[in-house]
């Protein structure tokens, strides 16, 4: 296989960096809200593993070559649905880790036709498969702004300005 168009290091990365953002952090920091309707460390972790799993279902889809419009979601119904934050931080960055992992493998793998393929996202748009792994680096950097600002007790987004 020839040199993948993704960066499959700086993809891993993403999970060490969120735990360095993390690290240390007591309970009631990792939960602290600035207002109900904005999203405390723990949940932003919780949106970012759903991120994980819906880009990885992407991933899949397009490679599969399947006509299936490329899957969107509602970030914060799945946030609230699931009650994140009565998760635990270390374990949703667990499966977000376990996740990239797997995925990483399967990225040394594709060769550069594959990096190629493409699909149709929600709206309507055609992205290929390098491009929703740059997005998905890029949202992570996004949700690691946020961490920062929530952990300096300031309010802000209580989601991405990203479009999922």
């Not at 168009?5 to 891993?12: E, G, N, Q, R, T």
């Not at 939960?31 to 992407?58: C, G, M, Y």
């Not at 992205?127 to 920062?148: E, N």
Request: net charge negative; glycine share 6%; with cysteine.
């Amino acid at each position: 296989m020839s040199q993948s168009p993704v960066d499959i290091a700086l993809y891993l990365q993403t999970h060490g960096q969120l735990s360095q953002a993390v690290e240390g952090l007591p309970e009631e920091t990792l939960k602290w809200k600035a207002a109900p309707n904005q999203w405390s460390v723990t949940e932003v972790l919780a949106h970012l593993a759903d991120h994980n799993i819906v880009v990885s279902f992407r991933i899949r889809e397009i490679l599969s070559r399947s006509e299936a419009r490329l899957p969107a979601f509602s970030q914060d119904p799945w946030v609230d649905g699931q009650r994140a934050n009565e998760g635990n931080a270390a374990d949703i960055l667990n499966a977000f880790g376990a996740l990239l992992h797997y995925n990483s493998l399967l990225f040394q793998r594709l060769t550069p036709e594959d990096w190629e393929k493409t699909g149709v996202n929600w709206k309507g748009d055609t992205v290929s498969l390098a491009a929703i792994i740059h997005a998905f680096i890029a949202h992570v950097q996004v949700h690691l702004a946020q961490i920062a600002r929530i952990k300096q007790g300031e309010s802000g987004l209580h989601h991405s300005s990203c479009t999922l």
